[in-house]
């Protein structure tokens, strides 16, 4: 079996197509052969059975003797013989005289008995079709009237018809593997196109596409399907090296800042304040990242019902202690059965995404709507750009690439707001305030579908609705 997967697939298709054209082409000869045999043996049998008739007639008739019957009949090549009810041959044609009974069929006066010897007689090695036919004279004396007919010609003539067949068979098996060679070969040589041209994709790190045969056969929508392959690999390369390329950046900055202070002089007082603060930093992205990874293997969560009222108020006290954002906020008391910690830190990216690009304040909403909870939070800051609303919430995306690291963030944290409302079943969106503003706003079902961890017990506890 190794040794048959080791070898190419034109050639399995064409060990298969020879074994299977032998076995028919060797099945068709064989009935081929039987087929004429047969046929010639009922031939030369009715023949026989015709002279036994035309005998047997002349005897009953009275015409002549059992004895003298053969006098007037030709043998053309027949065995022929009378055989009385004694076992004694009477008569008998030239090539059979004096011999022994040709056969030990005895049928019964008008009766036939037919049979195929091997051989007979005096000819030994020859095979004959025998037909003994039963008949009384008028004086009723019974005998048996044996004609046997010698299938030498016949045995040679399906011998010679079988030989030319095979030989036929032969040659259009030849002719057949060759033309199957030929269109499996034609028919992989695109397969083969499109091998090499991967191999040279490979090469240059999976740059390029794949030339599409204008067929519109199965080879052509392969090629199809490996250059949305290629393309998704090429994307998913770029990104990879875009992650790793941001990720290096975001974490040179905060390790130069801390390598800067420690070779400050001891007695700078602000040193630990900045390390530490850089340190923070530092960790915060590792965090990021982290959830992030986690996310790319499916994201747990431990579900329990969560007042995402209760999580929003807790942001507007957040912002309004810290006094840097003005802050309005309009609540109306939601429950979901979601992760409390997940949703908690996806609103808190919210925020601080909507507090860093603010000019004048911020607003937070959240209400049921239908079987979803809806939480917006909007900033006086321009909408985001209708063609970038889907790429904000990819990992390291900024909209103004010249902007200051210490203040844009990261950029991770939009794309864990999408990880962690996704993982809920709900929807995040950039989108736009009715006077024109900058809105984000996150969907989230009030039971997740399909449930990917088992809730905790619920909470119990009434509603309750906070005033605007």
């Given at each position: 079996m190794r040794r048959w997967n080791a070898w190419s697939l034109q050639r399995r298709v064409l060990v298969v197509s020879a074994a299977a054209a032998t076995i028919v082409i060797v099945l068709g000869v064989v009935a081929f052969a039987t087929a004429l045999d047969r046929i010639l043996y009922s031939a030369a049998q009715e023949a026989a059975r015709s002279r036994a008739t035309e005998i047997s007639a002349?005897?009953?008739?009275?015409?002549?003797?059992?004895?003298?019957?053969?006098?007037?009949?030709?043998?053309?090549?027949?065995?022929?013989?009378?055989?009385?009810?004694?076992?004694?041959?009477?008569?008998?044609?030239?090539s059979a005289l004096a011999r022994s009974p040709l056969t030990a069929l005895r049928p019964a006066p008008g009766s036939v008995d037919v049979a195929q010897e091997a051989t007979i007689p005096g000819e030994v090695g020859e095979p004959h079709a025998v037909v003994a036919q039963g008949v009384a004279d008028p004086s009723g004396a019974a005998y048996v009237v044996v004609v046997a007919n010698p299938l030498d010609v016949e045995a040679n003539t399906v011998r010679t018809a079988t030989l030319l067949l095979a030989l036929g068979a032969l040659a259009v098996l030849v002719l057949l593997l060759m033309l199957i060679s030929r269109i499996v070969k034609q028919a992989l040589m695109p397969v083969e196109r499109i091998r090499s041209e991967v191999a040279r994709i490979t090469r240059v790190r999976g740059r390029g596409h794949i030339t599409v045969p204008p067929t519109g056969d199965e080879i052509a929508r392969l090629a199809q399907t490996m250059n949305l392959m290629l393309a998704r690999l090429e994307q998913a390369d770029a990104t990879t090296r875009r992650f790793i390329s941001d990720a290096s950046h975001e974490l040179r900055s905060p390790l130069a800042t801390i390598r800067a202070a420690i070779e400050v002089s001891r007695s700078d007082p602000d040193r630990d304040a900045v390390i530490h603060g850089e340190v923070l930093r530092m960790q915060h992205l590792v965090e990021d990242l982290l959830t992030l990874a986690k996310a790319d293997d499916g994201l747990p969560l431990t579900l329990q019902e969560v007042d995402v009222d209760d999580l929003l108020e807790g942001e507007v006290r957040r912002l309004r202690a810290t006094g840097e954002v003005p802050v309005t906020a309009s609540i109306t008391a939601s429950r979901v059965v979601g992760d409390r910690l997940k949703l908690g830190q996806a609103l808190r990216n919210l925020v601080d995404n909507a507090a860093a690009h603010t000019?004048?304040?911020?607003?937070?909403?959240?209400?049921?709507?239908?079987?979803?909870?809806?939480?917006?939070i909007d900033n006086d800051g321009p909408p985001v750009p209708l063609e970038q609303r889907e790429a904000v919430f990819d990992r390291f995306a900024r909209l103004e690439e010249s902007r200051e690291r210490d203040s844009g963030g990261s950029g991770l944290g939009l794309a864990i707001v999408r990880t962690i409302v996704e993982a809920h079943g709900g929807v995040v969106r950039a989108t736009e305030t009715p006077d024109g503003q900058c809105r984000f706003e996150a969907r989230v079902p009030v039971v997740p579908a399909p449930v990917t961890a088992e809730a905790t017990e619920p909470v119990t506890g009434a509603f309750r609705q906070s005033p605007p």
């Amino acid at each position: 079996m190794r040794r048959w997967n080791a070898w190419s697939l034109q050639r399995r298709v064409l060990v298969v197509s020879a074994a299977a054209a032998t076995i028919v082409i060797v099945l068709g000869v064989v009935a081929f052969a039987t087929a004429l045999d047969r046929i010639l043996y009922s031939a030369a049998q009715e023949a026989a059975r015709s002279r036994a008739t035309e005998i047997s007639a002349t005897i009953a008739g009275g015409g002549r003797s059992a004895d003298l019957a053969l006098l007037d009949v030709t043998s053309q090549g027949s065995l022929l013989q009378v055989i009385d009810s004694q076992q004694r041959v009477v008569a008998s044609s030239e090539s059979a005289l004096a011999r022994s009974p040709l056969t030990a069929l005895r049928p019964a006066p008008g009766s036939v008995d037919v049979a195929q010897e091997a051989t007979i007689p005096g000819e030994v090695g020859e095979p004959h079709a025998v037909v003994a036919q039963g008949v009384a004279d008028p004086s009723g004396a019974a005998y048996v009237v044996v004609v046997a007919n010698p299938l030498d010609v016949e045995a040679n003539t399906v011998r010679t018809a079988t030989l030319l067949l095979a030989l036929g068979a032969l040659a259009v098996l030849v002719l057949l593997l060759m033309l199957i060679s030929r269109i499996v070969k034609q028919a992989l040589m695109p397969v083969e196109r499109i091998r090499s041209e991967v191999a040279r994709i490979t090469r240059v790190r999976g740059r390029g596409h794949i030339t599409v045969p204008p067929t519109g056969d199965e080879i052509a929508r392969l090629a199809q399907t490996m250059n949305l392959m290629l393309a998704r690999l090429e994307q998913a390369d770029a990104t990879t090296r875009r992650f790793i390329s941001d990720a290096s950046h975001e974490l040179r900055s905060p390790l130069a800042t801390i390598r800067a202070a420690i070779e400050v002089s001891r007695s700078d007082p602000d040193r630990d304040a900045v390390i530490h603060g850089e340190v923070l930093r530092m960790q915060h992205l590792v965090e990021d990242l982290l959830t992030l990874a986690k996310a790319d293997d499916g994201l747990p969560l431990t579900l329990q019902e969560v007042d995402v009222d209760d999580l929003l108020e807790g942001e507007v006290r957040r912002l309004r202690a810290t006094g840097e954002v003005p802050v309005t906020a309009s609540i109306t008391a939601s429950r979901v059965v979601g992760d409390r910690l997940k949703l908690g830190q996806a609103l808190r990216n919210l925020v601080d995404n909507a507090a860093a690009h603010t000019q004048g304040g911020v607003f937070l909403g959240v209400q049921p709507q239908g079987d979803d909870v809806v939480m917006t939070i909007d900033n006086d800051g321009p909408p985001v750009p209708l063609e970038q609303r889907e790429a904000v919430f990819d990992r390291f995306a900024r909209l103004e690439e010249s902007r200051e690291r210490d203040s844009g963030g990261s950029g991770l944290g939009l794309a864990i707001v999408r990880t962690i409302v996704e993982a809920h079943g709900g929807v995040v969106r950039a989108t736009e305030t009715p006077d024109g503003q900058c809105r984000f706003e996150a969907r989230v079902p009030v039971v997740p579908a399909p449930v990917t961890a088992e809730a905790t017990e619920p909470v119990t506890g009434a509603f309750r609705q906070s005033p605007p």
